[in-house]
């Protein structure tokens, strides 16, 4: 098993920035890939960003791309989420998710073994 732990979630106006972080625990952090989904009200979870698990590789949705950064420590079992110039539409519930996986990136939903609980980030205009 391997326990997720997402934090630094908050309020923000556009414009602004986030790092949100993500702690793992349970087993060796990098034997996974990790991603990053998030779920805004009435809509379906989608990826936001990827990392495979040595972090040379990542992936990003085109609707965070140059905004966003995904980065992950394998010394602190932790993968890491920045988010700058933040857009109202940018509010959701984000998620991280595990894969175990030592090669690419993973960035199908169905393909990750585990979750964290999730954290709100509110972007306002």
């Known amino acids: 098993q391997v326990q997720l732990v997402e934090s630094g979630g908050g309020l923000v106006q556009a414009g602004g920035s986030l790092r949100l972080s993500c702690a793992a625990s349970?087993?060796?952090?990098?034997?996974?890939?990790m991603g990053w989904f998030r779920q805004a009200p009435g809509k379906k979870r989608d990826i936001v960003a990827a990392?495979?698990?040595?972090?040379?590789?990542?992936y990003y949705a085109d609707s965070v791309k140059g905004r966003f950064t995904i980065s992950r420590d394998n010394a602190k079992n932790t993968v890491y989420l920045q988010m700058n110039s933040l857009k109202p539409e940018d509010t959701a519930v984000y998620y991280c998710?595990?894969?175990?996986?030592?090669?690419?990136?993973?960035?199908?939903?169905?393909?990750?073994?585990?979750w964290g609980q999730g954290t709100q980030v509110t972007v306002t205009s």
């Open positions: 998710a595990a894969a175990y996986s030592r090669g690419h990136y993973i960035s199908l939903e169905y393909q990750y073994d585990y």
């Open positions: 349970g087993r060796t952090f990098s034997n996974y890939a």
């Open positions: 990392i495979n698990w040595s972090g040379s590789t990542t």
